[in-house]
């Protein structure tokens, strides 16, 4: 299991990931999940992936491995000329649907995990910065201000604190706050998603530089901030008027 969560906001975009991927109950191994497809000046296109990691690992594979695959297609450097975010969305939704026609359905006769989606976020050109959810059959949609966030993998227990706190107009560090107390509460309800968390936030100012960051388990900030967390949500319950319907001691 995994959780991505991307946010996208009038301040910028913000990609979170863990690393954790099992084979076993008790077999758990660590991979990077946050990829970088395009950093170039001008041109920067990141993805999130959950689901299979053989998936994931050939559809990136095709994505980042120069000249023709053998689906026909091309690689990295249709990336590179894509006109559009949106183009490049299309270019990764038929990679993730090579790979589903090929090693996805022999998966899946095998009663194997066949599934993979991705969080495709990025900007190119003069454009804004886009986000965009890639699913397993290589459609996608496109993130929008009314609900300025998405996720994939392990989505429900982290999900609450996004509907209530994170808004289009959120700044930038009040919302990289908000994906650690989601992912936080994501780790706390399931052992299949742990550190390092990756981190990438692009400022939707140009003369910004983007800034990558891996959360460890040791990070003394992400620690500060999940404890006290904790105690604001128990000072609060506390504080709470009692049930008057309830007549107990």
Known sequence: MTYCLGMLLKSGLVLMADTRTNAGIDN???FRKLHVLCDQPGRQVY???AGSLSLSQSAIGLLVEAGQHPGGGKGIHEIDEAESMFAVARLIGEAVAEVG???GAALAREHIDNSLELLVGGRVGEGP???FLVYTIGNFIECTSDVPFM???ET???RPILDRALRYETPLAEAVKIGI???DSTMESNLGVAHPIDLLVIPA????PAFKFRIEEEDAYFRDVTRMWARILNDGVSGLPDPPWLAIG
Not at 205 to 208: N, P
Request: hydrophobic share 30%; no cysteine; proline share 0%.
């Open 28 to 30: 758990f191994s660590t």
């Open 47 to 49: 993805a999130a992936t």
């Open 101 to 103: 026609t090929t090693t």
């Open 129 to 131: 910065l886009k986000l």
């Open 151 to 153: 996720q994939i993998g």
């Open 156 to 158: 429900k227990y982290g």
């Open 181 to 183: 107390l989601s992912f």
């Open 205 to 208: 100012d140009r003369e910004e």
